[in-house]
Every structure is written in C-alpha cells, then in structure tokens.
Nanobody, 131 residues
Framework: QVQLVESGGGLVQTGGSLRLSCSAS?????????MGWFRQAPGKDREFVAS????????YYGDPVKGRFTISRDEGKNTVYLQMNSLKPEDSANYYC???????????????????????WGLGTQVTVSS
C-alpha cells in the first residue's frame, strides 16, 4: 500500500496565497513517483490542477490555474508542493494529492489530466477562499 498525506489547506481571502504539501509513504521502496493535484468542489467533478514528473523536469497545469499555481517537488523524494497565488473564490475545493503506480505509462502532457492514470490518492485538504 502507498499512502499520500496532504497538508496546508485552510481559509484565505481572495487574492491571498496558500501552499499545499503532499508526502507519499508505504510500499514505494526506492521508486520516485510522478505526482499531482486534483480538486473537487461540492456537486462538481474532480478537476485536474497540476502534476509533475518523477524527476521534476516537466510540470503540467489545468487551464483554470495556469499562471497562478506552481507545482514543485523535493529532489529525489516523494514530496510535492502546490503554491497557490492570487486565489479566487472559485478555487475553493477539497484538494487531493495523487500519484500513478510505477507500472503506469510515463506522465506526459497528453495524460496528466486523466483521472485513470492515478492509482494512489490522499484523503484531501480543504481550501476555502472567501470573497
């Protein structure tokens, strides 16, 4: 089993910033995973936010967050961050960390936003942006 644990959510005013963190543990051994973030607001589908390849060389973003959010990771570790700036009320959601199993295809621009790519999920951290 692989566990993903998110932290850093909270309440922030419009225009503010938050930084989310996610760490993976469990039966990963020495494998470094590609990792990503999705979000889900009440009554809406789960939405792709951002993802980053195992070596940090490439990052992909959903259109609603481009230019405002930045995904990064600790080199050689299964820890990722999501820096969220210029937050808007529509960014309010439960944010989930996710990772594909090592047996999945490599993370690319074509598959980064596909829910089916990701096998491991965290329980989520709530982000609320007040207007």
């Amino acid at each position: 089993q692989v566990q993903l644990v998110e932290s850093g959510g909270g309440l922030v005013q419009t225009g503010g910033s938050l930084r989310l963190s996610c760490s993976a543990s469990g039966r990963i051994f020495s494998v470094i995973l590609s990792m990503g973030w999705f979000r889900q607001a009440p009554g809406k589908d789960r939405e792709f936010v951002a993802s980053i390849t195992w070596n940090g060389a490439d990052a992909y973003y959903g259109d609603p967050v481009k230019g405002r959010f930045t995904i990064s990771r600790d080199e050689g570790k299964n820890t990722v961050y999501l820096q969220m700036n210029s937050l808007k009320p529509e960014d309010s959601a439960n944010y989930y960390c996710a990772a594909p199993a090592p047996t999945e295809p490599a993370l690319t621009a074509n598959n980064a936003g596909s829910l089916n790519l990701y096998d491991y999920w965290g329980l989520g951290t709530q982000v609320t942006v007040s207007s």
